[in-house]
């Protein structure tokens, strides 16, 4: 039981803040102030740390850097694994599991234990792992690591328990499967070659037993040797020398004759009766030339050689082989079939491929249906039953990059009704064209969890596309897909003042979200400084798109006194106003000429027509003021019930009544304080060389921006153009330049790269700026953008900005632990501020005074000072009155402060419940009319009387900054409880969460950790240390959802989900796809008599006399060095369960009975060994002793 005080209205006890942050009336972090008051309120916090725990859930999207592809015919399971040492698991839709290599080394190979529920994987480290997948979690059963060699080939014959393994230095060992260890027999590359070869094969390139007879291996060297080698016999059956090198070997079924895959892109075929020389030689993209010899082509890296029932020719797959003289060439997959040749275009180059087919014997006809392509980028299965060879649709979420993700958002628990609807939307713009077949990788199986809840994630794009993707169920499936694009005008060549000139690439990319999924209404923000208002219609419409253009810059001075600003007042009313916006002035046609009132993009100004979906209703534009680009745009906020969008930069706030398409405020961030203001600083007067645009209040340029700039945040990074390019540029110290912030970007400016550190995402340096020279009344201006420069460069993703401080002022501590510089608060420093940004903006039902009695809308801001600002407004609630009267907005003197730039707000009843912000319900404005049920607004939680029952006696309103969380009692403004979250760190990302039916502060800091924090008290719940911040890719696409769920961008391809619930971690298991299901292993074809006596049967023969201890001893223990899984046998137990629970229980008995019987082998080794050690220095005493008399003793 928590227990705070509430002050009683009129009381004079809120907390006085003083320059450091912290209030006075707050005592040690998490512990209630000591307010006093005459009666106590008790809220029962039920939140407790069992209820929170740390776990990953799923991971989507398409594996970064893969490297290798495996298929098992007949479970139908899909592996993949990538240069990072993830391996990804696919099967039918929701069977997708990610597993992960501790070591992170390369996933060089993967090998499955076909229908065995197994998996091989050799790593560029150079070891060998055996994965159990007969659990949902799979995990590590053995791992073998070669100490002397190194691993580049592996094979596993069908039905065996020995893998054979390739190495560097061109011999093969064999690895018993069940007990991961070294079998005694090795093919030693000097025995498998002729005595009188000179020269080192070179690295195994390929192993493979013959179909014909398993008793023969075939060993591919890299220079062109290939070797027969017979098992039984310890020596070689044939031996063939290739002057090209070979790349891979593929065989024909009936074991007769194979095919070979070399480096100056030809394929050879070879017979077993005549080995002296291949019975044919083709190159199927190399032209012959005049001279008669063929042109060169490009290495052909694998074949595949298969055969057909259906039909007398094989098909013969293979990657590469194109000439040289055809640049530009997109990589190609070719399929030849009889005198058909093939060449499919892929759209990023091939890194394996297999054929899909129907049997797992080699030795019969392997009725090919099916090619699936790994590349770099993308994941593509081809159909080979149709002539046109089309692509089957793929049902996992693998085009997640198709344009890099920029920013994510995450909602839990949506109306249930928004997923079909936006589905039925974006199915009709899906694609054509693939095959009427059904997905081939079809294994496992997947039921949805009695727990589910509708679940959206919503993900920007560098090329201005928006996705919404269903997200339930752990599954993930692309609803929807919006072009921010189309509500601009194309840039036309030559065309002066235009994104043409102004953006260069990517000028859509989507920096920020905010979705109301009641109303339906959308808003985008833009790296081009724009705001978009989306609606939802199920009908298409013909309208035109309304744009207003907003100025918005601010100037100060270093020391300005009272006495200068006397005659220039900055605004002659700062009272609320709901200005018309002007057309801008004339646009300049000389590129030379200062830009002003132009804004980045134009938008389309005729009737356009808009299909059923989201339709853009506004966009809201910032201008260029005086050759200065708009700042970035770093906070954003809508609230339907209102129908009010307000923005922020580091100039300043912006307020739109998007129902009126009127700008109500227009202001920076110092004239908002008023006389409030805390460090008392000072603007300057506008330009008198400038008219104010009627209506609009006009921010005036920055005078004292800098070259070099410093953040408020530990990892931000400031922006030097004069410094590296401007020759007027001097080498001013750090320590007497000033720092400025703007808005969590996702591009460089002016230079794809800049030399420094990683950016904080909350707080970061403006890009454009004046320096002042020490000394001067003004001093000189340095690095000005120049006319004709471009304003952003090209727009990267979430996954790849990096940006730093020059060498020159960084020391090298600095330089490797970007996260450790500490944050001056002293006044002195933040007096020398000369811009402060809008960090987060928030509408809801508060008290803009303290001796306000009921809650009115408001607009809270915070800053990156970690100031907060109250802006109570008057909106008319009769919807007549609400079209035509203006709304009042007034900014107070109401001023709140944390430490660091503040996150997140939130708010909470006296009895500790979430106060939920209004919002208007959604209708179609585009369907027919109803004359019996006229269109109007439906609002919730929006009346007087409502918010007079739920908030008469007052609210909390929670606070959470970069440092630290606040909770205050409104209207007293008495801070109530602090809790200070990281003294070392900072946060990067806050949200307030339900988890298990109580809310709660959930905080991502920049060291890794992930905390929750108990409201309204602020009691740690949960403080793990997660994840370390490598980049700012996670910092800037994590985000926290209800639920006890969250997200982040893993890679610049994946996205990957965790739970910090208890519940959740416990219902995992259930949740997840199950891998493995008992399927009999096909019976192989019954060859007949005749065929078999004549034509040769496949010989079979017993490997475990061949290659057991018994026969081939033990393996040299220096060669390589078995270390048992971590999750073995628990993870086996953990998945005896359900329909397979027997099966698994006999199976871990048996395990476990091996174990045991190993270890008593081993103990009994070594008690012969020392036994026979001890037996032979008694022989050797023995025999020194033997002649000797016994005096001689």
Known sequence: ?????????????????????????????????????????EIQETLMSEHFHICKTVRHGFPCQPTALAFDPVQKILAIGSRSGGVRLLGRPGVDCHCQHESGAAVLQLQFLINEGALVTACADDTLHLWNLRQRRPAILHSLKFNRERITFCHLPFQSKWLYVGTERGNTHIVNIESFILSGYVIMWNKAIELSTKTHPGPVVHLSDSPKDEGKLLIGFESGTIVMWELRAKRADFRIYYDEAIHSVSWHHDGRQFMCSHSDGSLSMWNLRNTAKPFQVTFPHGKTQRDGRKESCKPILKVEYKTSRNSSEAFIIFSGGL?????????????????????????????????????????????????????????????????NFPIFENPYPMDIHESPVTCTAYFADCPPDIIPILYSIGVKHKKTGYSHKEWPVSGGTWTVGSQTYPEIIITGHADGSIKFWDATAITLQMLYK????????????????????????????????????????????????????????????????????????????????????ENTPYLSDTCGHSPQPQPPSPR??????????????????????????????????????????????????????????????????????????????????????????????????????????????????????????????????????????????????????????????????????VNGHCTNPTSQPCPTGRARVPGGPEGPRLARRGPGRPPFRKAQSAACIEVSLPVSSLTEESR????????????????????????????????????????TPCLWVGTSLGLVLIIPMSIPTDEEERQEESITVAPTATVLMLKGSVLRFCFLDCGGTLILNPYELWRDQHAPEDPDRPRKRKLVNFSPSSSQEASGDGHLAVVCSERQAKVFLMPSQACLYVHNITESSFVLRADVVSVCNSVCLACFCANGHIMTLSLPSLRPLLDVSYLPLTDMRIARTFCFTNGGQALYLCSPTEIQRITYSQEMCDNLQEMLGELFIPIETPEAQNRGFLKGFFGGNAQTFDREELFGEAAAGKASRSLAQHIPGQGGMEGMKAAAGGVVGELARARIALDERGQRLGELEEKTALMMTSAETFSKHAHELMLKCKDKKWYQF
Request: charged share 20%; hydrophobic share 30%; net charge negative.
């Open 323 to 387: 000439s040289y003289d055809k640049a530009g060439r997109r990589p190609t997959l070719t399929i030849m079939h009889g005198k058909t040749i093939t060449v499919l275009e892929m759209d990023y180059p091939i890194v394996d491929f297999m054929v899909l087919c129907d049997t797992p014997y080699l030795n019969e006809v392997q009725e090919p249906y099916a090619v699936a392509v790994l590349l770099e980028k993308d994941f593509v299965v081809i159909d080979l039953t149709q002539s």
């Open 588 to 753: 300049s046609n000389t590129p030379d000429s200062v830009r002003d009132n132009i804004s980045c993009l134009k938008v389309k100004d005729r009737m356009i027509r808009m299909p059923p979906g989201y339709q853009a209703e506004l966009v809201v534009q910032l201008l260029w003021i005086d050759g200065e680009p708009p700042q970035q745009i770093t906070s954003l906020d809508l609230n339907s019930a209102y129908g009010l969008l307000a923005f922020g930069n580091c100039n300043g706030l912006a307020v739109v009544d998007y129902l009126q398409k009127t700008v109500l405020l227009c202001m920076s961030t110092l004239d908002l304080y008023g006389s409030a203001d805390p460090f008392q600083r000072l603007t300057r007067s506008p330009r008198k060389n400038r008219q104010s645009t009627s209506g609009l209040t006009e921010l005036s340029d920055n005078q004292v921006s800098l070259d070099l700039e410093r953040s408020k945040s530990p990892t931000s990074a400031p922006y030097t153009p004069s410094l590296h390019n401007d020759p007027r540029g001097t080498g001013e110290p750090v320590s007497n330049l000033r720092s400025c912030h703007y808005s969590p970007v996702f591009y460089l400016l002016d230079n794809d790269h």
């Open 816 to 855: 490797e632990n970007s996260f450790s510089h500490s944050r001056s608060s002293s006044v002195s420093s933040i007096d020398r501020e000369t811009k402060e940004a809008i960090t987060t903006l928030h509408f809801a039902e508060s008290y803009g005074h303290k001796s306000d009695t009921l809650p």
């Open 482 to 565: 919006l072009k921010t694009s189309k509500v601009f005008e194309k840039p036309k060549s030559g065309e002066v003042g235009r994104s043409a000139e102004l953006v260069e690439d990517d000028p859509y990319a989507i920096q920020m979200v905010s979705w109301c999924p009641q109303s339906r209404i959308f808003c985008v923000v833009g790296i081009s400084a724009h705001v978009i208002l989306y609606r939802f219609s199920k009908h298409d419409a013909n309208t035109t798109i309304t744009s207003l253009e907003v100025r918005l810059q601010c100037e100060m001075e270093d020391v300005i006194s009272p006495s200068d600003t």
């Open 1 to 41: 039981m928590k227990k705070f005080r509430k002050v009683l209205d009129g009381l004079t006890t809120s907390s006085p803040v003083n320059p450091s942050g912290s209030p006075s009336c707050g005592s040690a972090a998490g512990t209630p102030s000591a307010a006093p008051t005459p009666r106590e309120l």
